[in-house]
């Protein structure tokens, strides 16, 4: 399994829809008085996840869901079964395609979800929560269980060792969401929750703008157009190398027997081995 393969259509995804779904005239969406927290559903054709996958509201706030992928919707959770659909219709999305957008008014700060009503992809992990339970002194909360979680997975072993060594360098990033309590989530979504928290990793890490000194993810607009700039940048680049290496004549093999060249560099020697 190549985690760098896994995770990179994640991290590089192209948030072109999700930021035309933003500019859209959305004044017919109910809107609460507070703050706006905008979540992405799907980050790419294909990558079942939320970004992010939780956000902390307060009553009065908006939780804005906004498509950059085709086929999928959006349904509020009647208690914290994952993947049990409330009763109330303006609860659900119906299934769409992006750009899109789709909102909920928080009305109390008990802990809510939110899955993607498509057949199967709640299993597979495109799920999540608004105000999520947290405790780090409880023994259920995900950093202090990820290790036990995973001790029978090596691919989620490698993943979360990979995701540690993307975001040595930024504790924010590292730690956010380590303190969700998995003890009031059923046992088959464990996994899955702490495999979206390190995607959420994953993403902060290439984004680290996006996250705020509070911890909370800012996902809208402006955030996005600084994402698509950075990747039509990377993008760019990635063409200008690609052009360099296609024109640059290619290197000469030393004879068979023939000891590695050694090139003088600024005082510095280097071999060019074969």
């Known amino acids: 399994m190549r985690l760098s393969a896994l995770l990179s259509p994640f991290l590089l995804a192209s948030f072109a829809a999700a930021a035309a779904a933003l500019t859209k005239d959305n004044s017919n969406l109910s809107k609460g008085t507070g703050a706006t927290h905008t979540v ?3 980050p790419a054709q294909g990558v ?10 307060s009553v009065g706030d908006t939780v804005l869901f906004v498509w950059n992928a085709n086929n999928h919707a959006v349904s509020k959770v009647s208690s914290l079964e994952i993947c049990n659909k409330a009763s109330d219709a303006l609860s ?4 769409h395609d992006a750009p899109f957008t789709f909102t909920q008014v928080v009305n109390d700060t008990n802990p809510m979800l939110f899955y ?7 299993q597979k992990g495109i799920f ?7 405790g780090y002194m409880l023994s259920t909360f995900a950093a202090q269980t990820m290790g036990f979680a995973f001790s029978n997975s090596p691919d989620k072993t490698a993943m979360a060792a990979y995701t540690n060594t993307l975001t040595s360098s930024n504790d924010k990033a590292a730690t956010w969401g380590q303190n969700i309590d998995l003890a009031a989530l059923p046992g088959w979504s464990h996994a899955l929750v702490m495999e979206n928290i390190m995607y959420t990793h994953s993403f902060l890490r290439a984004n680290p703008g ?3 000194d509070d911890g909370s993810v800012d996902l809208s607009s402006n955030a996005l157009d600084m994402i698509l700039r950075r990747a039509a940048s990377s993008s760019t680049l990635s063409a200008r190398a690609a052009t360099r290496a296609a024109a640059s004549p290619p290197s000469s093999a030393s004879p068979k027997g023939d000891a590695p060249r050694r090139k003088s560099n600024g005082g510095a020697a280097s071999a060019d081995l074969e």
């Open 40 to 42: 992405i559903v799907a």
């Open 48 to 57: 079942l996840r939320f970004v992010p996958f939780a956000v902390n509201a």
């Open 92 to 95: 659900a999305s119906g299934e």
């Open 116 to 122: 993607a009503g498509t057949p199967s992809n709640c």
């Open 128 to 134: 999540g929560i608004v105000n999520p339970p947290s």
């Open 210 to 212: 996006t996250l705020k």
